[in-house]
């Protein structure tokens, strides 16, 4: 499976077994709402693990284990500064993927959906055809 140099502008590769599993695993880690709350604030920007527990209103102890996981696979990073660790996410593509998560979630609420591009001179069903996203859910490497 491709990275794709030039971004999202072509379609996803098929996946083979083992992407699958990687991916598969990726997005179980996004299954819990308490680590989606944390990578939400911390697309806010970095917070050492106190702060974070504070915002997201968890005992500390749990964050800490649930920024153990999410380090563990590449999805938050941690910076030592004094005494404490200051998180944030590993990369764009990791906020990337909130946002879409948040996108498509808020679209299915309000009864939208974007339907995948079609060859010319077919419909979309519903008749939606217009991609309403921010303007800012690109991919900047």
């Known amino acids: 499976m491709g990275h794709g140099v030039e971004g999202r502008d ?3 590769a ?4 083992a992407s699958a599993a990687n991916v598969a695993t990726t997005l179980q880690a ?3 709402p308490s680590r989606l709350r944390i990578l939400s604030e911390l697309r806010q920007g970095a917070l050492p693990v106190g702060d974070l527990a504070a915002k997201i209103g968890m005992e500390r102890s749990a ?9 563990n696979l590449r999805l938050v990073t941690g910076i030592r500064v004094g005494r404490s660790i200051v998180y944030s996410l590993y990369d764009n593509h990791v906020a990337q993927l909130l ?3 948040v996108y498509h979630s808020e679209h299915l609420s309000l009864g939208l959906a974007d339907h995948p591009a079609r060859p010319p001179g077919s419909t979309q069903p519903g008749g939606a ?3 309403t996203r921010p303007s800012n859910v690109g991919c900047a490497d």
């Not at 964050?63 to 380090?71: E, K, N, P, T």
């Open 10 to 12: 072509r379609p996803v």
């Open 129 to 131: 055809s217009k991609d």
């Open 63 to 71: 964050v800490s284990q649930q920024l153990r996981l999410l380090r």
């Open 14 to 17: 098929r996946l083979d077994a």
């Open 30 to 32: 996004l299954a819990t």
């Open 99 to 101: 946002d879409e998560a």
